[in-house]
């Protein structure tokens, strides 16, 4: 990578716009709903709406000393690497697309949040609209790379948030798996709040909730299985 591509990159991501701030604030506010951070233990506990879980079996043997406590913006950073190595304008070959490798359903659901889409005729226009601009920004991306100025990295962190906003939500429906499985191993991973929207976001959420339930391991179109995402995190206690 250049030098001059490098200083764009780092041009480009000091230059968060307002509205990914706010982005940031209400994600923030998000996942302090569901992880808590005691003073003295660093203890995760999962918040649902107000009562803290006394359920949850914690692996044995798993002291404070193992754990981490990662920022959002960490957690981010983590996942740009081992998704694009930190390339914002990149295409891979099953067209996944920026820093997050995020792909056409990931650009639908995100675009589905942005307008409030609940009902079929309005996710149908939003799919819609979302296929259109993802099918432009890969075109451009793939035309003149870092030369870009569709999708900036700004937007793209943007982006990300809320899609890690759409996972928690469904990881926490009609059954609350992070409740269920934050910080128990039911199949040989140790299972955390950041490793369940990290494999969410390999695989979706639905192959997560799978794993969970069955132990069967799921794997990207790339052959990654989900459980090599669950592991980058966990020892990782994700700080609101």
Known sequence: MSIILKAGIITSLTLVSINTIRTEFILRNELARIVHKEVTTIKPVVNNITNHITNITVVPNTTTDTKKSITLEEY????SFRESSNR????????????FQLGLLAFQDIEAEKRN???????????????????????D?????????LWPVAEQIKDMNILIKINIRYLTGNRDYIEEYNWTNPHGVLITVPGLLAASHLCGHSAV???????????DGNGVPITSYLKMFENNVLRS
């Open 117 to 139: 889409a609940r009902s079929p005729k309005a996710k149908a226009k939003a799919h819609k609209e979302a296929k259109i601009k993802y099918n432009k920004i890969k075109k």
């Open 141 to 149: 991306f793939i035309a003149n790379g870092s030369n870009s100025k």
């Open 76 to 79: 981010r950073a983590k996942i």
């Open 88 to 99: 914002p304008y990149i295409v891979n070959q099953l067209g996944y697309l920026g820093l």
């Open 209 to 219: 909730k799978k794993y969970l339930s069955t132990g069967i391991v799921s794997k």
